[in-house]
């Protein structure tokens, strides 16, 4: 009787305690059905409708709008997006996990303020960051001047959007492989090294396989911003190669809005499988932390 009375209390606190935490996530709620889910309501409406700026007066039902996706500038425009997007995925997939397993393996203490230092950049306005590596790229820039010489144009060329990318994006793959490697149970190494495994075959048969969970999010993480944004391609490229966020952002300037709904819808469900594909890997949300 006595447990059963303690059960019961037990439960009398958490019912008032559970129904205080659902108050206190009401504001968020709010502001995603405001922030988020609205915009993507009016988005997905203004795909059927033409109409001229945000004037709804005699809007009408169309479908119209579609053959815009069918354009040569938005077939080159998702081109270059996939191109620069996988590129640099790649890059920074190499890297990164280089980066990690170094991190990993190495002996040092403060393993949690190297990681810091890494992931650090990703605090800062990324607007800032590229502007600042734009002047680097430009022939006379602070370096060239103190050191006397003339460094080459890379504005506007492709090696300058893809050097922007990787910049940008690398600490992004860095955090989840590191994660997924802290998360392998090092009596696994051990195991395979006693049944006679060289570290080459110890990395490849075992570290390897259960680090791919970090690689899968790393890469969503990476590919995603890159093949949606703007801001690198506009500012680095010049204006000279377009990818699709930049013919979104040019369309949502020039007010040509259902355009541009169309194509960020597609983004959007880009983004959605993207996320789909990322809990089928990480359920737990473990590389994400």
């Given at each position: 009787?006595?447990?059963?009375?303690?059960?019961?209390?037990?439960?009398?606190?958490?019912?008032?305690?559970?129904?205080?935490?659902?108050?206190?996530?009401?504001?968020?709620?709010?502001?995603?059905?405001?922030?988020?889910?609205?915009?993507?309501?009016?988005l997905f409406c203004l795909m059927f409708v033409n109409t001229e700026g945000?004037?709804?007066?005699?809007?009408?039902?169309?479908?119209?709008?579609?053959?815009?996706?069918?354009?040569?500038?938005?077939?080159?425009?998702?081109?270059?997006?996939?191109?620069?997007?996988?590129?640099?995925?790649?890059?920074?997939?190499?890297?990164?996990?280089?980066?990690?397993?170094?991190?990993?393996?190495?002996?040092?203490?403060?393993?949690?303020?190297?990681?810091?230092?890494?992931?650090?950049?990703?605090?800062?306005?990324?607007?800032?960051?590229?502007?600042?590596?734009?002047?680097?790229?430009?022939?006379?820039?602070?370096?060239?001047?103190?050191?006397?010489?003339?460094?080459?144009?890379?504005?506007?060329?492709?090696?300058?959007?893809?050097?922007?990318?990787?910049?940008?994006?690398?600490?992004?793959?860095?955090?989840?492989?590191?994660?997924?490697?802290?998360?392998?149970?090092?009596?696994?190494?051990?195991?395979?090294?006693?049944?006679?495994?060289?570290?080459?075959?110890?990395?490849?048969?075992?570290?390897?396989?259960?680090?791919?969970?970090?690689?899968?999010?790393?890469?969503?993480?990476?590919?995603?911003?890159?093949?949606?944004?703007?801001?690198?391609?506009?500012?680095?490229?010049?204006?000279?190669?377009?990818?699709?966020?930049?013919?979104?952002?040019?369309?949502?300037?020039?007010?040509?809005?259902?355009?541009?709904?169309?194509?960020?819808?597609?983004?959007?469900?880009?983004?959605?499988?993207?996320?789909?594909?990322?809990?089928?890997?990480?359920?737990?949300?473990?590389?994400?932390?």
């Amino acid at each position: 009787m006595q447990k059963n009375h303690k059960s019961l209390k037990l439960n009398e606190i958490d019912i008032p305690h559970t129904h205080h935490l659902e108050r206190l996530s009401t504001p968020y709620l709010v502001w995603l059905y405001v922030l988020a889910l609205l915009p993507m309501l009016i988005l997905f409406c203004l795909m059927f409708v033409n109409t001229e700026g945000i004037d709804l007066d005699g809007a009408t039902f169309t479908f119209k709008n579609f053959l815009h996706i069918i354009e040569p500038s938005i077939g080159k425009a998702f081109y270059n997006s996939v191109k620069f997007s996988f590129l640099t995925t790649v890059i920074c997939l190499f890297f990164g996990y280089i980066i990690a397993y170094s991190l990993f393996r190495s002996k040092i203490k403060f393993k949690g303020g190297i990681l810091l230092l890494l992931i650090l950049p990703m605090w800062t306005n990324i607007l800032l960051r590229i502007e600042a590596l734009s002047n680097v790229m430009q022939p006379h820039n602070m370096i060239t001047n103190l050191l006397g010489i003339t460094g080459p144009d890379l504005l506007g060329s492709d090696i300058a959007i893809l050097i922007g990318l990787v910049f940008t994006y690398l600490p992004f793959v860095i955090l989840p492989i590191y994660t997924a490697l802290e998360k392998i149970d090092p009596s696994l190494e051990e195991a395979a090294l006693d049944l006679g495994m060289t570290d080459f075959k110890k990395f490849w048969k075992v570290v390897f396989p259960l680090s791919t969970k970090g690689m899968v999010t790393g890469s969503i993480m990476v590919f995603l911003p890159c093949f949606s944004g703007f801001a690198v391609p506009k500012i680095l490229g010049g204006g000279k190669i377009l990818l699709i966020g930049n013919i979104i952002e040019q369309d949502f300037s020039n007010m040509n809005y259902n355009y541009g709904s169309i194509l960020a819808v597609i983004i959007l469900i880009i983004i959605i499988g993207s996320i789909l594909i990322i809990n089928k890997f990480d359920k737990e949300g473990e590389m994400l932390v």
